[in-house]
């Protein structure tokens, strides 16, 4: 998405498909959900990608806070909002292996891509013991 005023600027990237109208926090959760971060268990792939926690990227917590800072929102529950989107890409891997085993798709990736549920929803409930 381009500033309004400054065509040449890019002002938001966003996947269109896992974007929401209404609470930005819903969107900034998702963010959190993928956003690699050097103390996460280098096993555990986040954003589908290997080795973007050796990228240099700011921490979760210094994305949220630097959010914060200039969205002006109260984070203070941004945990739910993180726990929801675990719980929603959870949802989103059962519906792709469903479509996989009843035939709708013939990515292969498929058959197996439920098997990070139990990661995610492990997260979700890590997440809402805070």
Wanted: no cysteine; aromatic share 12%; charged share 25%.
């Amino acid at each position: 998405m381009f500033k309004a005023d400054n065509p040449d600027e890019v002002h938001a990237i966003f996947d269109w498909d896992m974007t929401t109208l209404g609470d930005p926090l819903i969107d900034f959760g998702t963010l959190l959900n993928y956003w690699p971060d050097p103390d996460d268990d280098p096993d555990v792939v986040r954003g589908g990608h290997a080795g973007l926690n050796q990228m240099g990227l700011p921490s979760r917590s210094q994305l949220t806070e630097y959010y914060a800072e200039k969205s002006l929102l109260d984070l203070e529950s941004i945990y739910w909002y993180e726990a929801f989107a675990q719980w929603k890409t959870a949802t989103v891997l059962q519906q792709l292996h469903y479509r996989w085993k009843v035939g709708d798709s013939t990515d292969e990736r498929m058959e197996t891509i439920a098997d990070g549920l139990p990661r995610f929803i492990q997260k979700a409930e890590e997440l809402l013991s805070v």
